[in-house]
């Protein structure tokens, strides 16, 4: 007999896919009608329209914008990451004063929205010359995402084997080695699981450099597809087109890496 609680689960997951998946479908179907085309929801047609993708490339500028938002994405992602294992490591092996009240220190900052600080950014980057910049997302960037890093690292290094480290300091390693040699080796998972949610969430951020980057040549490709959206209302295939050439990727990304982002995720509770 099939559990009742079962079905429910299930049902309600299978009804949670069709609601993310079958707008995207909608989208993607009507990127490939023709220019003239109304919106035809889920219908298919067989007359696919692929000129609408290299209008909406060119005519959008979303060369330019992919290289900023790759260039400011593989910027954020290493400093970032390297900043969450130290912070998340120094929580997890040393004890200090007030450690716990720093560390909640830290986790308030998981609250605090961007659109919060984002007109203090504006006047304190302008006033050391790095408004209209790429550094203008990169850094505000970098401390918004500092809370999660070390709250995701510390809390996977404290489920790990307190023996692993206290074996190798009673037989004379260093803080440095123990991370290097002990705990980073069996904490990859966990590691590229936190670089792959700074990728989506730094490719897909929007608030600061809609505000702190004017130059539209410097601009990411989400605040691109806002004047993209603005410009070519009217045309629906082609602003589907140009809406599916930027989330295109983040869905890519996620395909490929679900694997590592699961397993980061299960590792720390089995463990």
């Known amino acids: ?17 069709a609601f993310t998946v079958l707008p995207i479908f909608a989208i993607l179907n009507l990127s490939l009608q023709p220019a003239d085309a109304l919106s035809t929801g889920l219908s298919f047609s067989w007359d696919l329209n692929f000129r609408n993708y290299v209008d909406a490339w060119s005519m959008g500028n979303f060369g330019r914008l992919f290289i900023n938002s790759l260039g400011i994405s593989l910027t954020i992602i290493p400093i970032a990451v390297l900043f969450a294992i130290l912070g998340g490591f120094g929580f997890y092996f040393f004890n200090f004063r007030n450690k716990k ?30 408004l209209n910049t790429s550094w203008a997302v990169i850094l505000p960037l970098l401390g918004g995402f500092m809370p999660f ?21 009673i037989d004379g390693a260093t803080s440095l080695q123990i991370l290097m040699k002990i705990i ?15 990728y ?18 410097r601009r990411t490709v989400t605040t691109g597809l806002t ?28 395909i490929v890496f679900q694997k590592h982002i699961v397993k980061g995720i299960l590792d720390g509770a089995v463990k």
């Not at 510390?154 to 300091?169: K, M």
Request: charged share 5%; proline share 5%; net charge neutral.
């Open 184 to 198: 980073l080796p069996i904490s990859k998972s966990a590691i590229v699981s936190l670089a792959i949610f700074y």
């Open 227 to 254: 004047a993209f959206v603005n410009q070519y209302s009217q045309n629906l295939p082609l602003l589907c087109a140009g809406t599916m050439t930027v989330i295109a990727p983040t869905i890519l990304f996620f």
């Open 149 to 169: 890093g070390i709250f995701w690292l510390r809390s996977y290094f404290s489920s790990l084997p307190n023996e692993l480290a206290e074996a190798a300091s």
């Open 101 to 130: 009240y720093l560390f909640n220190f830290f986790l308030l900052g998981m609250t605090l929205p961007y659109e919060a600080i984002v007109i203090p950014l504006y006047y304190g980057l302008n006033a050391v010359g790095l």
């Open 200 to 217: 989506i969430w730094s490719w897909n951020h929007f608030i600061l450099s809609m505000i702190l980057i004017q130059d539209a040549t």
């Open 1 to 17: 007999m099939i559990k009742f609680e079962s079905v429910i689960s299930k049902t309600f997951l299978i009804l949670m896919v």
